[in-house]
């Protein structure tokens, strides 16, 4: 099911908020609501061993515990192929980091994927003006390796989304390829991303939003519009204080 003017599609959000990282919930779901494609209809689905965080109509709380670093990042596919045939009721999935948070108003048209493209991504803010010497993994045992000349762009791997259907079907794929790794003792250099920039990179079509749909917190000089930022987590105590 596609965006039209008569059914502008439901959107399942999926969020991960295991030990420390609860306290970004408020201000991640309060910005959503706000700025987040606010004509659609949309629904959370919450990864979380927290006890603060209380589920609704809006709300699916799904019990995750913490599996440590870098497993709290590298298995979150495997999360959500947990709860697929829920998230299958929905038109269009989205993925965001804790520590999101919308700045501006993100209308259907600009956030959602299309029938050409029917995935989305977000180019690293790090690493917007080429995909050459951007950090792929390299390791050609790996199945997250990815050859600089076959990538469109390097993707950050807080922000992603797509039609259902094909987001669910790279979620189920990317799952398979980390648990082959983990088999040969293989763990990607940039986990759950770098194996989101493999597949990106087999899948050209996608659509690429510009680095400011996940700006750092605090960057000066950014050649981007700020729309969606990526809340500095030192000033949570950093990242020894929410991993622990």
């Not at 045992?141 to 000349?149: F, G, M, Q, R, V």
């Not at 039609?163 to 088999?183: G, V, W």
């Not at 996608?206 to 030192?234: Q, T």
Request: with cysteine; proline share 4%.
């Amino acid at each position: 099911m596609f965006l039209t003017k008569k059914n502008k599609g439901k959107i399942g959000v999926l969020y991960i908020c295991t030990g420390k990282y609860d306290i970004y919930w408020n201000q991640f779901f309060e910005s959503s609501e706000k700025n987040f494609c606010p004509k659609n209809e949309k629904h959370y689905f919450v990864f979380t061993d927290s006890k603060e965080i209380k589920g609704n109509d809006k709300v699916t709380l799904i019990y995750q515990e913490r599996l440590g670093w870098p497993y709290d990042t590298l298995m979150r596919f495997h999360m959500f192929n947990r709860m697929a045939e829920e998230l299958k009721m929905y038109d269009y999935l989205f993925f965001f980091n804790a520590n999101m948070q919308f700045r501006k108003k993100l209308s259907a048209r600009e956030m959602l994927p299309t029938e050409r493209q029917m995935l989305v991504g977000v180019v690293h803010p790090y690493f917007y003006e080429t995909p050459i010497g951007s950090p792929f993994e390299q390791n050609k045992e790996s199945l997250a390796y990815t050859d600089w000349n076959k990538a469109r762009h390097y993707v950050q791997g807080c922000v992603n989304g797509g039609i259902t259907k094909f987001y669910l079907e790279m979620s189920a794929t990317l799952a398979a390829n980390i648990d082959k790794d983990l088999e040969k003792g293989i763990i990607a250099i940039w986990h759950d991303e770098s194996h989101l920039n493999a597949y990106l990179a087999r899948h050209p079509e996608f659509k690429a939003l510009d680095a400011g749909y996940a700006k750092p917190e605090g960057r000066e000089g950014f050649p981007f519009k700020e729309k969606i930022i990526n809340l500095n987590k030192n000033n949570q105590g950093g990242l020894e204080f929410l991993r622990s």
